[in-house]
């Protein structure tokens, strides 16, 4: 079975089997993960569409793909000469399929899903929308398995523990602070879906999904005894045993449905409502209490380890970079070079430095135009070929065992500058060291710092449609939870409140279509600066460290206290990274680093 | 029946008769006002105390006055000898008595409260808080009048038309778009409880509430026929003619608890939540549609009639401050001032310009660390001497038929100034600076504006304890909703996008307890500036006229494009006032609007 039509067809026939008159096929694996294992990746399969986001709906007469403007032309050219028709999504991750459905079905209708992809508000939705016409959903685990029968295995890697020298904190202690809060909720169990919270709780790592160390399992953490479901083939025996100490039973993945419902029978457990999958919902007995995750929150505030070895790093990607962007300059004297063959030249640096182990994400090499495209992705077969000319924005980063690193440096290649991009470039300078050096009351929530680094742009007339910045994990996702900078209130990078000792990244940008890209991005540490009679303030210390392209600065356009700021972080780039370097390099380094 | 230990004893008789075991006799009036007239003061009536927030709870055995931190003083001393006591609240305005009457009271408890002074939430709330002891909670309307005899008469001066050439929309038009809005809710009725909406909707005022040319009513606007319940005594034949052409019927106020049941029954009524009370939610016999007042919405834009008009008055402001200021500095060469008296003699100078009718709000004078006191209001007796020294903070505002005026300027007296006293000043105008020449995007809310009001102060250590301002009306109430700059969405300040031709105060200031307060305030209306390809962006254009006091400025805290500003706003202040003034004072505003 290989065509995409023949995949449909044989859903539609299991359907019709089963009484089906719809099946909702999502993105999401059942711990609400931003990137999913090649197992969960189904709606990939049966409809050839690879975009991160994206919905199939098939009913007997139409097979339809809902996602966002990001990805039409994608699905018009993937899903090209099959049955899967294209249903645009007026805004990102709504789920606009669900009042379609209720619309098309008849009375009596049934949907067909497998629960364990959708969370319990997602499947509140679809019931809420479908109760007037008695359309009933129903959970159908093993369908989509059926018909995929070439279907990847869960991943089966080895379970490694993340060390003590990285992690900074044992797993005893963290697991004391969740039982501290199950005494505190007068509950029995702490339930744990997302792979991330997991993962810090556990202090454990694997390959599971591209580019985020993570292990497939959930947890359900009790006040004598937690739970690990996650399989057991994948541990060591050392590992067992380590676990056993700590009265935590590692029991196989699939075991979660069955023992749930028993284990939580008459219980109380506390659990969050965001990464709970219907299917866990179901299976759990007794009285849930939802609150948002206190792993989340402790994850997010840093150790001294953590912070000394993501600082490590940095410092690593700095080195990498040196050696990157000489040869991107030098091997441009004589030849072009394509955007993916300069993205795979970046990994290969980066994996030249001790402790690497993947990438972090999918490296982001635009050049001009497609530097405007947010989330770019230089194709392998015919991706811009870079000259020696005009802008070139790379966001790129690594998963080191120790540490993870994101940063984004968009560099003039060579001729003549215009302008226009000087005073955008400047503007985007400007927004970056304004958040970077900003100090504010505790308390401050992500919205509130957000507008200092569009402040610049704004007064130009310009601005950038994406958040300035997001949490960032250690030797963990890339994007993590909870704080940020956003410019709106969906999200809790908009509404969290910054604390000391968090990582996040500052990231304003500026994007014109089909002409230019520019962002500068560092992650920061947050710290306390000062307490007195007007309160407690905070601020950040940029911990990435390479310099920032000043062929591109508009210098007239800066304040004395913005260019004592960028010749202070060229000087501390050059302190840092220039004992690592060999002589040639230090050279380039240096010009790159000298006061403007 | 004179003290207040007398009137507390009455009311426990009243209630014991009744069998009502608590009562609860909040500060509101039946339209969710920020001031209330004479008749419903009833809070301070039974208490003595004169504070703007607090709730006054009887039982059997206790007086429990409910207000927070800002009156704990003033409570015990105007409490001082009476069976009244102190309960202090958390948070201001939170309804902390609630919870305390649930644990007090036994089951099946009677609470008794007028419903007019309860909006629906805040009655729902009681009913959760004291629905598991079965407590009731029933609506005593004339209880509280039956005790307090010599209460005073609702409101009855004429009520008069707003005439168009201040309002700048007529009636009828106003009108249509609330008829509008019924039709896209294919509703019956639009009723209206808030007295700013009906005196908008209307072009109505009068003098019910101090500081506030409003008309006690209740409205309900159908989509033929309109009734406004009002005291008809009021109305001359001339207006009660121009209405009947417009289908508006008055009638009496009191009617509306006969009246709103009949006209509702059946139908469909939409009505804004925040502003109705319990008892019209529960004469109200038709379905009823919940929206953020649409009246509220259209009167916080303002037409160009009322924004030349504003202006008008904003140069009458600054005329009789200039005539104030220079008659302060002269007499204090030569004797001390008491606060008080200088209120007074602000408004005296106020009262001389045309269309005059009252202050906007009663005179904060703070001097030294008064200033510090954000409500201040300086006592009539023994308020402080203010001599040639020292800080002075003045914000005061005046009510003239063509439009409400707010400002607040920190000026020296005299001596030597601080070095801790220049950095505050300077950080709080350069916020001031930051907020009022910002350019921003569309879709731009309060809590991301209100940062840039603040950024100057947090970088010295530095912050203030309020919003940083508040829509005004036109001829209307001096805090208007919707929109203003807050660091919290706890209100629609910090959440409401702001919109082009809005008014609103921009007034951050530093505060530091018994020793100096500063603030600096002026009304901006905001403007369109820009549309392109990054989107529509608005701004602001400073309306207020009055120089800003650069004795107390470092300018090497100032950047070029700060002191432009200063002086440019000078340049304008001295253009639109000295043409009405005496030739020496003239020269007296020269010299304070000289460049820096």
Known sequence: ?????????????????????????????????????????????????????????????????????????????????????????????????????????????????????????????????????????????????EIWQDRPELPSDEVKIHPIEFSGESTASKLNKVKAEIKNQKANYYFLSSLDDIAWLFNIRSTDIDFTPLVTAYALVGEEKTYLFSDTSRYNSKTIEIFKQLNVEVLNYDLIAEKLPILSEGKIIVTDAASLNYASFDG????????????????????????????????????????????????????????????????????????????????????????????????????????????????????????????????WLGGEISDEIKTAYTSVLKGHIELDQMKFPKGTIGIQLDAFARMHLWKQGLNFPHGTGHGIGSYAMVHEPTQGFAGNLATSRGTEAHKPNQFTTIEPGCYKKDTYGIRIENVVVSKELETNSFGTFYGFEAITVFP?????????????????????????????????????????????????
């Open 1 to 145: 079975m290989t065509t995409i039509n023949e995949r449909i067809e044989a859903l539609r026939a299991k359907m019709k089997a089963n009484n089906i008159d719809a099946f909702i096929i999502p993105s999401s694996d059942p711990h609400q993960s931003e990137y999913v294992c090649d197992y969960w990746k189904v709606r990939v399969w049966f409809s050839g569409f690879t975009g991160s986001a994206g919905t199939l709906v098939v009913t007997q007469n139409e097979a339809a793909m809902w996602t966002d403007g990001r990805y039409f032309l994608q699905v018009e050219d993937q899903c090209a000469d099959t049955c899967v028709e294209l249903y645009k999504q007026q805004i990102p991750h709504a789920p606009e399929h669900i009042p379609w459905l209720a619309e098309v079905l008849n009375e009596n209708a049934v949907i067909g899903i497998d629960y364990r992809q959708f969370s319990k508000s997602q499947y509140d939705y679809i019931q809420c929308l479908t109760s007037e016409k008695n359309i009933e959903t129903k959970n159908y685990p093993h369908l989509l398995g």
């Open 284 to 411: 759990i007995k007794g009285e849930i209490i939802f609150q948002q995750s206190l792993v989340q929150q402790l994850k997010a505030v840093k150790n001294e380890v953590e912070i000394e070895n993501t600082k490590k790093c940095m410092l690593k990607d700095g080195v990498a970079l040196t050696r990157f962007y000489m040869w991107l300059e030098e091997t441009l004297e004589n030849q072009e070079l394509s955007e993916y063959e300069i993205g795979k030249k970046l990994t290969s640096y980066r994996a030249e430095q001790p402790l690497y182990k993947d990438d972090s994400f999918s490296s982001i090499v635009g050049y001009k135009g497609n530097g405007a495209i947010i989330h770019y992705s230089a194709p392998k077969e015919g991706s811009a070929m870079v000259k020696k000319e005009n802008l070139l924005l790379i966001d790129s980063g690594g998963q080191y065992e120790n540490g993870t690193t994101d940063i984004t440096r968009t560099v």
């Open 548 to 596: 920032i392209d000043t062929q591109l600065i508009d210098k007239k356009l800066l304040i004395p206290s913005e260019i004592n700021w960028l010749n202070n972080y060229h000087k501390k780039v050059y302190e840092i990274i220039s004992p690592k370097l060999k002589p040639s390099e230090k050279d380039w380094l240096k010009e790159k680093c000298k006061e403007i």
